[in-house]
């Protein structure tokens, strides 16, 4: 093994002087590894268990549902968080090597000490497709299941969260990882008697009484799709029911982009961040709901954060719009500092010089601060006794009022109606008095409960059977939840390395010959493109390993595979004396668990979009990660057993890396946010309160945007145009495509459909050749599907032959480089959308099934759907320069065509594109060639 340091995980900043040399030959690695437990002969076997999609055992005539539960009990389990996605992944740094087969390199080795957790079995599956289970082999599971449920920490914290949230209206989980809050705090509340569909008389518009049904389901929101599915799944197996399409009766649904699955009854509903978001925008006062979750709310993405600010507002309104029924709100994060959250949504007369945003940096999580020098901590504004303090926390911590469901029941008027428990016991003095200790910016923390309550300013009224403490003066409250975590041994890099694919390898193929089986790694690299080569190298590598050394499962995982691409990772592997190697963007962060890994490398950087308003256009450049990101990537390899985690960077580069990612709308383009934030009737964008608000020069240029595009009107006021884009589930330059593609004169909203339809696949269509044999072979093929007008209109002709293909779709993007996983997403896709027209009368009558013959579109006609195409992207076109360059029409900037392009190396008078990045230079890509009057026509429409 490389050299390494011990230390304690919890306290990176100071490793041991304790280095101990380790350097051994590879195959003197692999005869160990043969000695110490890579037999085959005493590799695991498979659990023998048949399962249908969704996860539930398949049931034969010979067997019956007991044999299948005691089966499970062997099954290797799975964990019962969510999924988190961005499609981004990180840079790694590699081991230095001399000579043949010696790693010459180390790590230095942190161990990580905390409190080991029971092994979970479960369901997390994709939904069903072949077969239902009756209900009572659901009930059976679900009892089965139910055991692992108690042995959840955040069972124990059942009482706390539901009595808080009966007497407060905002609540703020901060549950470690493994805690089990994403699948226990829905089913801890839907029974809740504020959780039932209540009848209200409320004044419509028109002032004119009317009577409507309020609450009744609870929303959880998560931040990719595949959390959503998988969550949902995950609960309703918990619970005893299915997730099914055909209309039966059911307690849990879930409602991602394009696929939404609601059972009459749904008490919880899991969804993405974007869904409730435009359900927000129908339905501003969300009647449906009693309460809504905001899960991974340490991602702050720019769906959560309108999110909030718009759950803010309905916290603190007069909730007229509800029937004066209030909403519950429970905020939840694993590794986020809560504290700027609950002054955010704290009541505004009790923090008179607090003010919205500007809540990144200046809170620091505790875990975070202790990691931190001086000058860090001088950066980040902490002001704090970070002694008192936290000590302070420890104490709240470990006393916690509540802690047992012994307690449970011991309030007056409250009783358990999940248990049935209903037991007098009296309060203790210690429970009644005891208060939570808080310390905030500036103040000396107390040190004892006498001196907390004397500090404190006003208090509310007391209540008698409620204890001091309980009903929050500022309206918010907070539980904090240990996690379970098996000990995770991290190694850092003694020195910096550049090749990180090939640092990565060489770790991996080391480590495959040292670590015993069962135990899987994961690994997280920067984007798809890294994944795809060293994949490819891993492949080759593979078909050389000695017999004593395990095969190697080669599995990628990035946000733009297919759904049931993604869910076989999470399926165990079935080969004997094999080792899944699971290649990663940071999808598999946080929330998700892919059973089996025992081992992470982490390459400690991701790929992440810069956006520059002056410039207008956004950069993706690899970054490092920060440090919450660092110690969940770590987290993810003690899940299930000991784990260990290898850091390709130095422990001086993890102590550089900033507490906390920079939330998205301080980083992204804000058209989507101010277009929302619009439609939601907020008349003022600039001063909306945020946690976070954006650049006003930002701001500004999205007001423009949406102006040209005919969004707003001259006095800043949403256009009928502004409604209906901001209602469809795309980004806002698509809508307005499509609703120009319906205008009589254009009638071309089927040829937008297929375009946008490609554009939003998340990955690429074309695949790029590998050498240059390939790439003269691939222009030939692709000759039928190219287009003098550029790669819009070559878009069009790819769909249209595609769907066209009658024969073998894989074999004919085989032939011409086309990737077919992007191909049938953007099919699917593609029939959504129609379905979202037909409902909404844009389109007369559904087209016909594929395949239909194929039938090119004519030189006019293409030259109609491009100056559609200009409605929405007037401002982002550029004319050609006596120079033979582009430069931007509005800005002036100089701008290249991308060599994956069509039009690239021709000369045009001017060129419309869709998107652009800066790498080396300004590139503009998907880019199509116009006509330079056509510019000023789109524009003054």
Not at 670 to 696: C, H, N, Q, T, Y
Not at 904 to 912: F, S, T
Request: aromatic content about 6%.
């Amino acid at each position: 093994m490389p050299e390494k340091i011990h230390t304690k995980f919890g306290d990176d900043s100071k490793p041991s002087a304790q280095v101990s040399s380790d350097t051994r030959q590879l195959d003197e690695s692999a005869k160990k590894s043969s000695k110490t437990g890579h037999d085959p002969s005493k590799s695991p076997k498979a659990n023998g268990i048949k399962r249908f999609p969704d996860g539930t055992p398949k049931l034969s005539s010979s067997e019956d549902s007991s044999s299948v539960l005691e089966g499970a009990k062997k099954e290797k389990p799975n964990s019962t968080s969510g999924a988190s996605t961005n499609g981004n992944s990180n840079n790694l740094q590699g081991h230095n090597t001399t000579g043949a087969g010696k790693l010459n390199s180390g790590y230095l080795n942190m161990g990580q000490s905390s409190n080991k957790r029971p092994k979970l079995n479960g369901i997390m599956n994709s939904k069903p497709q072949y077969y239902q289970p009756s209900r009572q082999d659901l009930q059976k599971v679900a009892k089965k299941l139910d055991e692992n449920r108690k042995k959840l920490p955040i069972w124990l914290k059942k009482a706390d969260i539901r009595w808080l949230l009966r007497l407060n209206d905002v609540l703020l989980i901060n549950g470690e990882t493994g805690s089990g809050k994403s699948t226990q705090v829905p089913q801890f509340l839907y029974t809740e008697p504020w959780c039932e569909r209540k009848k209200v008389t409320i004044k419509n518009k028109d002032g004119i009484d009317e009577e409507i049904a309020v609450g009744g389901m609870i929303a959880i929101t998560q931040p990719r799709r595949v959390a959503a599915t998988t969550l949902a799944h995950r609960v309703a197996a918990e619970m005893g029911c299915a997730i099914t399409k055909n209309g039966e009766p059911g307690k849990v649904g879930y409602s991602v982009r394009f696929d939404t699955v609601v059972p009459v009854g749904t008490k919880i509903k899991f969804v993405t961040e974007g869904t409730l978001l435009q359900e927000m925008l129908i339905d501003p006062n969300l009647r449906k709901y009693s309460a809504v979750i905001i899960d991974e709310i340490h991602e702050r993405s720019v769906d959560v954060d309108l999110i909030t600010g718009f759950l803010r507002q309905l916290v603190h309104s007069n909730k007229e719009g509800r029937g004066g029924i209030p909403l519950k709100v429970i905020i939840m994060s694993a590794t986020y500092d809560l504290g700027g959250t609950e002054a955010f949504f704290a009541k505004p007369e009790t923090q008179p010089t607090y003010k919205p945003g500007q809540n990144y940096g200046r809170v620091i999580a505790p875990h975070m601060r202790e990691r931190m020098t001086p000058e860090q901590i001088a950066k980040y504004e902490v002001k704090k006794d970070l002694e008192a303090k936290q000590k302070a926390e420890k104490e709240s911590a470990d006393a916690s009022r509540r802690s047992s469901l012994e307690s449970f029941s011991s309030w007056s008027g409250f009783s358990d109606t999940n248990e049935g428990e209903n037991k007098d016991k009296p309060l203790s003095e210690e429970q009644t008095n005891s208060v939570k200790i808080k310390a905030m910016n500036g103040d000396k923390p107390a040190e004892t409960v006498e001196e907390a309550k004397k500090a404190e300013p006003t208090k509310p009224k007391s209540v008698p059977g409620i204890p001091d403490g309980d009903i929050a003066e500022n309206g918010v409250q907070d539980v904090y939840v240990r996690g379970r975590q098996y000990p995770v041994e991290v190694f850092y890099e003694l020195t910096p390395t550049q090749d990180y694919v090939d640092n990565i390898l060489r770790t991996i193929l080391h480590q495959n010959m040292t670590e015993p089986l069962p135990g899987d790694f994961l690994v997280f690299l920067t984007g798809q493109d890294d994944i795809e080569a060293l994949t490819a190298q891993l492949e080759h590598y593979k078909e050389k390993i000695v017999k004593q050394v395990p095969r190697l499962q080669i599995m990628p995982l990035y946000g733009s595979l297919p759904a049931q691409a993604q869910q076989a990772v999470f399926e165990p592997v079935t080969a004997k004396f094999t080792r899944k190697i699971v290649l990663s963007t940071n999808i598999a962060e946080t929330s998700v668990t892919v059973p089996g890994v025992r081992v992470v490398i982490d390459c400690g950087k991701s790929k992440v979009k810069q956006f520059r308003p002056r410039l207008g256009m956004e950069s993706l450049l690899s970054k490092p990660i920060s440090k919450v990101s660092a110690i969940q990537r770590a987290g993810r390899a003690g899940r299930e057993a000991a784990g260990k985690c290898f850091r390709a960077y130095t422990v001086e580069d993890f102590l550089n890396l900033v507490p906390d990612e920079l939330p998205e709308i301080l980083r992204s383009d804000v058209i989507e946010a101010v277009l929302k934030m619009k439609a939601r009737g907020v008349d003022d964008v600039l001063s909306f309160p945020l946690m976070d608000s954006p650049d006003i020069l930002a701001m500004e240029k999205a007001l423009l945007q949406l102006h040209m595009m005919n969004a707003l009107d001259g006095e800043g006021k949403l256009t009928e145009t502004g409604k209906k884009m901001a209602h469809y589930p795309l980004p806002a330059a698509y809508g307005r495509v499509l609703i120009a593609a319906v205008d009589s004169q254009a009638d071309c909203l089927l040829e937008a459909i297929d375009i946008i339809s490609c554009l939003t696949t998340d990955s690429e269509i074309y695949l790029q050749p590998k050498s240059e044999d390939q790439s003269e072979a691939i222009e030939e093929n692709r000759s039928d599907i190219y287009r003098r007008e550029g790669d819009v209109m070559t878009l069009l002709t790819t769909m249209q032959r595609y769907a066209a293909e009658a024969t073998d779709r894989n074999s004919w993007c085989e032939k011409r480089l086309i990737s077919p996983r992007a191909m049938k997403m953007a099919l699917n896709i593609r029939r959504q959308l129609r379905q979202v027209c037909s409902k909404q009368k844009l389109l007369k009558d559904m087209p016909a099934p594929d395949p239909q013959p194929f039938e090119p579109i004519s030189p006019e006609k293409a030259e109609v759907l491009l100056k559609t195409f200009l409605k929405a992207f007037g401002t982002k076109t550029a004319v050609l320069s006596p120079d033979g360059s582009y430069s931007m029409s509005y800005g002036r900037h100089p701008i290249a065509i991308h060599p994956s392009s069509v039009l690239h190396g021709r000369k045009v008078e001017a060129i419309m594109f869709l998107d652009h990045v800066f790498t080396s230079k300004n590139y503009a890509k998907k880019v199509s060639a116009i006509q330079a009057d056509w510019i000023l026509e789109a524009l003054e429409a």
